[in-house]
Structure formats: structure tokens, C-alpha cells
């Protein structure tokens, strides 16, 4: 059946409208409510549950929710594709998958979403969640390697841990398909941490996978040695915080999080070689903490106590901050 905009459009609202009510039920039976009506499951999965989970992510981006709500939300939405992924058998003959979200990233959603989208389309994957260490995973990939890693990475401050994962699935001889927005604008920043492939959405996955030939080599060869001042932040890491964090007036845990963010966000800019990444960051933060209520001058302050912190430590990235 061809899918009816206006209605999918309909049944996006009453889905978040669920999601504001933290009722997984009452989404999970609109959107079988659309299977039964022959509505392909990409569309339902990605055009309704996935759009659903965005609209509510920018509604909380402008302040209208707290992130205990946005939590909510997400959990909700994870039950929903959980029990999307699971009218589907594994087949015992498809081709085997691993799906996963770089060390370091929180963000499980994404991974489930393009999971149960594998699934259906007939592979045998391996969901590995949220926040993979990186060794873990190179063992793990080791002892049954896949036909792919399929790598998630939800904010551009995750690459240096992007980088981890991706080193430890070619330790294993494993090719890494890349996806998220972490990777920036057109997947700028997925070569630059090694990745063999990148795709703007999970619908493109599967393309990639029956065309793709990756050469792990040549992709390791494009990532450019760790600048010295990456280094520093790693070893100097809690030191440059605190010197931060002591140029505050009584940082709430809000803040003192925020500040480890854009700490996160110099070091990927470092690692990508790249200052847009930085500015980015900055223009993002700054707007969402002034829908949340901060004062105006608090990411300024952000910025000056950080690039305090790292003078003395790494200066080059104090340069990149101040830019």
C-alpha cells in the first residue's frame, strides 16, 4: 500500500503526543495500526517513530521540555523499535551485522533504529547498545567478525571516541559503515577517523553494503597522526576542568557538564583537523543554553574559564578555542 502523507502525518502527532505521556503502549498500537494497514516498516519505522522522537529533540533544543522529559521520550521511543525488532526472526542465513554507537556515546536510540531496520531487510545483526569501549569491541568483532561494523555517532564532540571504535573494529579486520550527525555535515569528519563509508540515513545502509568494496588499509591511511595537544587534554584532562570550573561563580552540574562538552568539542576539532568544528559546537551551546534559562553571558564565561584551563597545558588549543 502506498503510504498516505496526511495520515502519516496524523499518526506522527498522536505519536508524540504519546511520547509526551511516556505511553510506549499506545504508540506501539498506532504505529502496528499502520503495519496492518500495509504501510512499508522504513516508513513507519523512520517517517513516524524516528520523526516523532526528532520533533520532541527540537522542542526540547527551544526550551519548551526538561531533560528528564527528553529522557522520557527516549525511552519511550526505545521500547517502541524494540518491539518493532523483535516481530522479526533472526535468519539463520543473513548476512551477519554488527551495529553499535561509538565509545563514549549515550545515544542508543539511533543504533537500535538502524537494528531494526537491518533486521527487517533480512540481516542477521548483532545490536551492541550504547557507549561500546572500544577494546571490548575489538575483541567481540575478533572472535566472530561481521561483514561490517555499522557505527553510530550522535555529536560531533564524539569523534576521538569515534576514532577508538573504528581503530578496534579494523584491529579485528572488520570494514566500519559510519552514520549520525556526529560526523558533520555530509560525513566531513568519517574518513578523518577511518571510517570506510559513511551514509546520510539508515536507509542507505544496505546499498552500501552489497556495493561497497572497503580497503581498511587505505582508510587507516587517511587519519592523521593525534596532535600533541590532544594528547595533553587526555593526560591533563580533570586538571584543565577544575582550573575552569574555579573561574565560575557556583557551577551548577548543568554547567560544570557543558564545560566538559566544549572541551570534548576542541579536542574532536584537533583530532579532525578542523576549526568549524569548534564554532559550531559554540553557536549550538550557546542557543541552547539561553532556551534553558542560562544568562546571556554564560557560554562566554564557558569559554573564557576553559581557554584559562588549557594555556598552560595545551595552548594551540586554547588558540582554536579563542578563533
Known sequence: ?????????????????????????????????LLEQGIPFDVVLFDVVSAAHSDFGRRWQEGDYRIADEHAATGTVETVVALLAGSFD??????????AAAEGDHHSLPVRLASAHLLAL??????????????????YLQDDPPKALILSCAMSTLLPGARASVRAAHRAGV????????FGPNGVWAYSVGADAWVASPREIDDVLQSWEPDIEVAEQLVQPEPADVLSIEQHREDILAAAIGTLDEPDRRIRAELALLLQAVEAALLVDDPSLVSGFKAWQSSALSSHGYAAQMPANLQRGLSAGLRAVAPGAADLLDG
Open 1 to 33: 500500500m502506498s503510504s498516505d502523507p496526511s495520515q502519516i502525518a496524523s499518526v506522527r502527532l498522536a505519536v508524540t503526543t504519546s511520547l509526551i505521556e511516556g505511553d510506549a503502549g499506545g504508540a506501539f498500537h498506532l504505529v502496528r495500526g
Open 175 to 182: 570494514p566500519v559503515l559510519s552514520g549520525g550527525p556526529g
Open 122 to 139: 533480512g540481516y542477521r545483526v548483532r545490536y551492541l547498545g550504547s557507549n561500546m569501549e572500544a577494546n571490548d569491541l575489538a575483541a
Open 90 to 99: 533472526l535468519p539463520d542465513d543473513g548476512e551477519p551485522i554488527v551495529v
